[in-house]
């Protein structure tokens, strides 16, 4: 079993960046695919980005490729989402989710664990 923990949401105005850090803790890291989620009121919960074991793999949604990259650092059991040219659009709860091998996929059904979440706000 493996624990997540969201941080670095927040408010910003629309244009800037946010980096989100999904710090784990648990069972072998490097065993896990992650992958990050959004919720915005009133919708379904969204993917957004997914990255392989090793972070060679990563995977996008349409709604955000060329503005987040998804990372991660294993030896520190963190995976990042750098966003930058942000819109209201993004605006959002974001999780980070974790799966016990396979691929960066980015169907929120194949992964088992998941933060609290982490609010992100993009004022126009």
């Known amino acids: 079993q493996v624990q997540l923990v969201e941080s670095g949401g927040g408010l910003v105005q629309a244009g800037g960046s946010l980096r989100l850090s999904c710090a784990a803790s648990g069972r072998t890291f490097s065993n896990y695919v992650v992958a990050w989620f959004r919720q915005a009121p009133g919708k379904e919960r969204d993917s957004v980005a997914a990255?392989?074991?090793?972070?060679?793999?990563?995977n996008y949604a349409d709604s955000v490729k060329g503005r987040f990259t998804i990372s991660r650092e294993n030896a520190k059991n963190t995976v990042y989402l750098q966003m930058n040219s942000l819109i209201p659009e993004d605006t959002a709860v974001y999780y980070c989710?974790?799966?016990?091998?396979?691929?960066?996929?980015?169907?929120?059904?194949?992964?088992?664990?998941w933060g609290q979440g982490t609010q992100v706000t993009v004022s126009s």
């Open positions: 989710a974790a799966r016990f091998l396979g691929g960066a996929e980015v169907n929120q059904d194949k992964y088992d664990y």
């Open positions: 990255i392989s074991r090793s972070g060679s793999n990563t």
